[in-house]
């Protein structure tokens, strides 16, 4: 049921991203993460993921609205780019663990996982709707939507490097 609530609110908020009047790598990204997800000959994994990044993207320009607060355009390019580095960053070392060990797969997942929930964007309280994906048992992006993307792949990028030493 929360994953549906989740999809319906990002399907109704797609329209909220006309109002940001077409920052390019947003729009980018965001049109390409809907290519991917329509797309049929997509994996199950990459229509997750892609899902994911239009959720994350859909809970910023919301929370935005919601609370009338002057973005620029460099705002939600940097997030929506940092989003996509964070993600494939991820799933890149998520491969390179699992060839090592069980322990080195895992101890990546919290380090990412952990990265999303210690940089919040908007310190949401709404913890149903931010956590949905952490909560899931069954996702490939295990990540709360209210994440400043770019601290939070800051703080990713350097802490998983101490996983492979």
């Known amino acids: 049921m929360t994953m549906k609530r989740i999809f319906i609110a990002s399907m109704l908020s ?6 940001i009047q077409a920052q390019s790598l947003y729009k980018k990204v965001f049109d390409n993460a809907i290519a991917v997800v329509n797309d049929a000959a997509a994996n199950d994994q990459q229509v997750q993921v892609n899902q994911f990044k239009i959720t994350a993207l859909n809970y910023i320009t919301n929370q935005v609205t919601k609370r009338k607060l002057e973005k620029n355009g460099y705002f939600y390019d940097s997030q929506a780019v940092n989003l996509t580095s964070f993600v494939t ?4 070392y998520i491969i390179k663990a699992r060839s090592i060990s069980t322990e080195k797969r895992l101890a990546v997942i919290a380090c990412y996982r ?5 940089n ?16 899931d048992r069954q996702t490939y992006t295990p990540f709360s939507l209210d994440t400043d993307w770019e601290k939070a792949y800051d703080q990713a990028s350097e802490k998983v490097k101490a996983i492979f030493k």
Do not use: H, I, R, W
């Open 14 to 19: 797609v329209m909220a991203v006309g109002a």
């Open 89 to 92: 960053d991820f799933e890149t």
């Open 114 to 118: 952990d990265a999303s929930l210690q």
């Open 120 to 135: 919040p964007l908007f310190s949401d309280t709404d913890k149903e709707t931010t956590l949905v994906y952490v909560n």
